[in-house]
């Protein structure tokens, strides 16, 4: 199988592989040691396999309900229709309704996680209660950027977690991070007190198309493929997107970004409390996930 941007074939040479972290053989400091030097952290296996099954068929029956999904639901197969709209005033409320499913909210703001992170900061962590389900059709992909125009508003302090549940190899659209991308000056220079929301002008995208940024800065393009209860974390320059998901199968790719913090630091409003606004104000309607799954996304 090839991976595929925005329908290139990236050259099997710029791929590599990313390196595998496990919690329970790193001290703290290993564990802050690997994710200074590599920009990351791949742990696999970090959820339960029963929570992570529970919440995605939870999930994926909501999705059924709407007629996105084929039955059995559980097979995760696109149908490539949607009553989403016909169902539903609001798309904003049906997806918080959706990413606030009590099985999934038991994983990404859980004590299993909670302790992950506090092991990384040296202090007690937190999650933000505004997260970012992903649910990904064919031919969708996240074009590459970093987070830090989102999350850094109040603290730079703040990590990104990655998790699986599903399957996703290849053709699926995993997610990639630039090798070394971490310690780019110029991405940092960049992007460093940029606000998405407060620098309109800018974009987080980055422009440049993936495999020549690769090849200009003489770096790989890191995958992997994943299992559910996967979680990948990464900082906030971290350079990453997503492969296209272009499998025959027409299996949807489930993610969920959650991102934590020190507890101690001050904590950005629009993600945290009952009511959190998002990165715009405009609630969990401004998510891409809250198109029905057969509608093109925005790219921000």
Known sequence: MEALINGVKVPSTLLG??????????????????????GYLLLKDAIDKNDITKARNDIFEKLNQVDELENPFSEGISSGRSRRDELHKDRGVFWENVSNTESLRKITNGNNLKGVFSRIFGTSSIGFDFIFLRAVSGGKFTHMHCDAGFFTRKTQNVLTCWLVFTDI???????????????????????????????????????????????????????????????????MYTVHGTFENYADDKKIRLTCDIRFQPNNELKDPRYFGPNPTGTTGAGYGELNSARPLNEDWHVR
């Open 169 to 235: 190899t290849i053709d699926k659209g995993p997610l990639f991070i630039i090798e070394g991308s971490h310690k780019f000056s110029d991405i940092k220079t960049k992007y460093k007190g940029f606000d998405v929301d407060i620098h309109k002008h800018m974009k987080a995208t980055i422009d440049t198309d993936p495999i020549t940024f690769a090849q200009q800065r003489n770096s790989k393009i890191l995958t992997a493929q994943f299992r559910p209860g996967d979680a990948l974390i990464f900082g």
């Open 17 to 38: 592989l990313l390196k595998e972290t496990s919690l329970k053989n790193k001290s703290d400091e290993q564990l802050r040691n690997s994710l200074n030097n590599d």
